[in-house]
């Protein structure tokens, strides 16, 4: 059974539509032990950082992630659900003071800054690169160069190039936009709002 987990973190309809093309034994939940009990876990929504750890901790979900992770169980994260698997974001109203993740994948959530004419958010399609396709596999047929949807204003930085299965280019600057470590996967655009080509990740995933 997939869980995908309901932690109040945005309109997930697309994405319930997109998985149940091809599995029907999925549940959107947000019963702590339904989850714990999950083959799979997609951890999807919009919004902040600081508000969707806040959430993740008060329900107890953080630590029932660290635990299915450390069981060797797989994971998808999509986009703020991507953001929240690395160390810590400074997307905080608190100023100087950075907001700890779920530590699951090396790496520091930052804002996009310092370049000329850069619009922030980066929103809309946008194209992947340097695709592993030997060393992958929520990405296994997926050309490169293929257009994925994205919609945020913070990004990966200092990430394991070894995680790293995929990049995004964008005003000059290549960021992660696919991360794989073992279990844990990671897409910071919005595959079930990319086509058919990203609905092709998330059947990777749900096959895996």
Avoid at 35 to 56: C, E, T
Wanted: some cysteine; proline content about 3%; glycine content about 10%.
């Amino acid at each position: 059974m997939i869980a995908v987990l309901d932690f109040g973190m945005g309109n997930i309809h697309s994405l319930l539509k997109a998985v149940s093309l091809y599995t029907s034994d999925f549940q959107f939940t947000s019963d702590i032990e339904t989850v714990k009990k999950a083959d799979k876990i997609i951890l999807p929504g919009d919004g902040h950082f600081d508000k969707a750890m806040q959430n993740l901790n008060e329900a107890g979900f953080s630590s029932v992630l660290k635990e299915h992770v450390d069981a060797k169980k797989s994971l998808l994260g999509i986009c703020i659900g991507y953001q929240v698997l690395f160390e810590d974001s400074d997307e905080t109203s608190k100023t100087g003071t950075t907001i700890p993740g779920l530590g699951l994948i090396r790496g520091k959530i930052r804002k996009f800054e310092g370049k000329q004419n850069l619009k922030v958010p980066h929103m809309g399609w946008n194209k992947l690169f340097d695709i592993k396709s030997k060393n992958t596999k929520i990405l296994k047929g997926i050309p490169n160069e293929s257009y994925m949807y994205f919609i945020h204003s913070y990004r990966p930085v200092g990430v394991d190039r070894l995680d790293i299965t995929a990049n995004c280019h964008y005003y000059g600057e290549s960021f992660p936009a696919v991360v794989e470590k073992e279990t844990v996967f990671g897409t910071q655009f919005h595959p079930e709002k990319s086509d058919t080509t990203g609905l092709g990740i998330l059947k990777n995933f749900i096959e895996l």
